[in-house]
């Protein structure tokens, strides 16, 4: 599988804890989730529309990576879980999932950054939108930038939040 561009569609699911998913060489992004998250936002619109790009990039980066890894190894239906099974690493040590493993690599740990929205640092939050714009070094996120962190997403390929559960 050739590395071709990737396409991101933006898409409206009944599922507001659905934030994103990937396809072959496309993202999708639930506009539903954010939907609900701005329709709760009761702060500063500015704060909103940082805090939206923080977990817009988010999303994109988690699938992303997705993405990138099955035309790495050329095989679309790749489950990192599976490979690493394969290569026998030892589970107890790594996570299995490539997408979370890209947001801790950026972030040290999965952030709900509506969550955060009380909390967090925002001028950390104004300085990595600002490097993301300008392609410049990114800040490192502290334990001091008071980021919420989220429970990891279900291995079943989406990216969801956990908070609500269909049974």
Not at 26 to 55: C, G, H, P, Q, V
Not at 83 to 101: A, T, V
């Amino acid at each position: 599988m050739a590395k071709t561009p990737m396409q991101v569609h933006f898409i409206s699911i009944d599922f507001p804890t659905l934030r994103g998913f990937s396809g072959i060489n496309e993202l999708f992004i639930n506009e539903n989730y954010f939907s609900a998250k701005i329709s709760e936002w009761k702060s500063n619109t500015r704060l909103l529309n940082s805090i939206t790009k923080m977990d817009l990039i988010t999303i994109a980066l988690h699938e992303c990576v997705h993405v990138r890894i099955r035309q790495q190894v050329d095989d679309i239906n790749m489950s990192t879980p599976n490979m690493l099974q394969y290569s026998q690493i030892d589970k107890q040590k790594c996570d299995q999932e490539f997408g979370r493993l890209a947001e801790m690599a950026l972030f040290k740990e999965q952030i709900n950054w509506f969550q955060s929205k009380d909390t967090i640092n925002v001028n950390y939050v104004e300085q990595f939108l600002t490097a993301i714009e300008n392609g410049t070094e990114l800040p490192i996120l502290t334990e001091n930038d008071g980021a919420i962190r989220r429970e990891p997403s279900t291995g079943m390929g989406v990216d969801l939040l956990n908070d609500r559960f269909i049974c």
